[in-house]
């Protein structure tokens, strides 16, 4: 049943694809021999069936590129290119049928393709090399894309809510400078995150009688994260904190210097946005 549906579909979509061809081609012959213009597709049936026939022909290849693209988001080169070819042979089949159009010399219409098909070049070769610049940055990312990141609550204490973040490289080479520049969490149920502090619980006596915990602050900061490691932290609410949510993340936002010397900023586990070398941290 499935394979009959693609096959209907696909047989749909060529007979919109040939006759929207037919009906431009046939229009445009129509409107060659019948020398329109405005005045005349105003009262002459034939200028009107052909001027219609040119429209509906448009419309039907239209269709066809826009089902196309919404099946292949990522080739949004292609069917723009598509779209524009379209638009330009439609045009130009309309003005060189116009009856009051003087359609020029042979050289002039040559020189004319030439310069076309140059800036057409041009376009191209540019949105290629944009393509290609593209691949290769998600290329250089790939590594820190191996950096998995997790935060869950991790208790209460004192009747404060602790979180936990875990740093695990699962890529086969370290990571360095990895800095936690913020950390939200929701220490209330329905309420808007706040801003958290990293702490760390040290014993100042070695007897296990007299053991007194003292919370001391963290660090938000790792030197060198290698393959298989995990790094954690522990989070409490910072009660000082009166700014409000930063507009760069919403849980957790931080940078980290892959094993080629590229640093990178990354938002809520969003895609690694790459740091330019003006901008980056002193370590």
Same mark, same amino acid.
Request: net charge positive; proline share 2%.
């Given at each position: 049943m499935k394979a009959e549906r693609y096959t209907a579909r696909e047989v749909s979509r060529t007979v919109r694809v040939a006759s929207g061809i037919l009906a431009i081609m046939c229009s445009t012959a129509s409107l060659v021999r019948t020398g329109w213009t405005i005045e005349r597709a105003t009262h002459d049936l034939w200028t009107v069936l052909a001027l219609a026939g040119m429209i509906l022909g %448009?419309? !039907? /290849?239209? %269709?066809?590129?826009? %089902?196309?693209?919404?099946? &292949?988001? +990522?080739?949004?080169? /292609?069917?723009?290119?598509? =779209?524009?070819?379209?638009?330009?042979?439609?045009?130009?089949?309309?003005?060189?049928?116009h009856a009051d159009v003087d359609l020029g010399s042979l050289p002039a219409w040559v020189s004319a393709g030439g310069a076309l098909f140059t800036a057409g070049g041009v376009l191209v070769a540019l949105q290629s090399y944009r393509s290609t610049?593209? !691949?290769?940055l998600e290329d250089q !990312? *790939?590594?820190?894309?191996?950096?998995? #990141?997790?935060? &869950?609550?991790? @208790?209460?204490?004192? @009747?404060?809510?602790?979180?936990q973040t875990e740093f695990q490289n699962r890529s086969d080479k370290p990571l360095y400078n990895i800095v936690i520049h913020g950390f939200r969490a929701s220490?209330?149920? *329905?309420?808007?995150? #706040?801003l958290m502090r990293p702490i760390s619980i040290k014993y100042l006596d070695d007897d296990p009688r007299r053991r &007194?915990?003292?919370?001391m602050a963290d660090t938000k900061y790792r030197p060198e994260l290698a393959t298989?490691?995990?790094? +954690?932290?522990?989070?409490? !609410?910072?009660?000082?904190?009166t700014s409000a949510p930063s507009h760069h993340y919403t =849980?957790?936002?931080?940078?980290? /210097?892959?094993a080629n010397g590229r640093y990178w900023n990354i938002a809520d586990n969003y895609e690694p946005t790459k740091i330019p070398r003006s901008e980056r941290p002193l370590h």
């Open positions: %448009c419309i !039907a /290849l239209g %269709c066809s590129i826009r %089902c196309y693209r919404r099946e &292949h988001p +990522r080739k949004i080169d /292609l069917t723009s290119l598509l =779209a524009a070819v379209l638009g330009v042979t439609a045009t130009l089949a309309l003005i060189s049928t610049r593209r !691949a290769d !990312a *790939n590594q820190v894309r191996l950096l998995r #990141v997790l935060w &869950h609550r991790s @208790g209460i204490e004192k @009747g404060k809510q602790r979180w220490v209330e149920e *329905n309420a808007t995150s #706040v &007194h915990p003292v919370k298989g490691e995990s790094w +954690r932290t522990v989070w409490e !609410a910072d009660d000082a904190d =849980a957790i936002w931080y940078s980290v /210097l892959d």
